[in-house]
């Protein structure tokens, strides 16, 4: 399994991303794909999830402003970011596991992606 996260950049606040997880080995569509970000001193965290079945979870510091969604076409898992804050600013990474889950929790996800680094500007 090979994930590779894209999209990164530097924003401004209350400015947008889109991020792209291109997921190639299996086929994503039968996997949960999550997304995690690692800020600058701080523990790795899950925001968001997107499963089998389609449900989607977020937490709650990203509701209403991230949306996870899934190409199967493309096999590839995306993460829409809008109304971005400073406090945003962290690597993401993208990750799998083959576990239908609603839980993104790092030790649940056995494939990772290398990271993509996104910087908001206040």
């Known amino acids: 399994v090979q994930l590779q996260a894209s999209g990164g950049g530097l924003v401004q606040a209350g400015g947008s991303l889109t991020l792209s997880c291109a997921v190639s080995?299996?086929?994503?569509?039968?996997?949960?794909i999550a997304w995690f970000r690692q800020a600058p001193g701080k523990e790795r965290e899950g925001i968001a999830c997107i499963n089998s079945g389609g449900n989607t979870y977020s937490v709650d510091s990203v509701k209403g402003r991230f949306t996870i969604s899934r190409d199967n076409a493309e096999n590839t898992v995306y993460l829409r970011m809008i109304s971005l804050k400073p406090e945003d600013t962290a690597v993401y990474y993208c990750?799998?596991?083959?576990?239908?889950?609603?839980?993104?929790?790092?030790?649940?996800?056995?494939?990772w992606g290398q990271g993509t680094l996104v910087t908001v500007s206040s």
């Open positions: 990750a799998a596991t083959p576990r239908n889950s609603a839980t993104m929790t790092t030790r649940v996800y056995d494939s």
């Open positions: 080995g299996i086929t994503s569509s039968i996997y949960t």
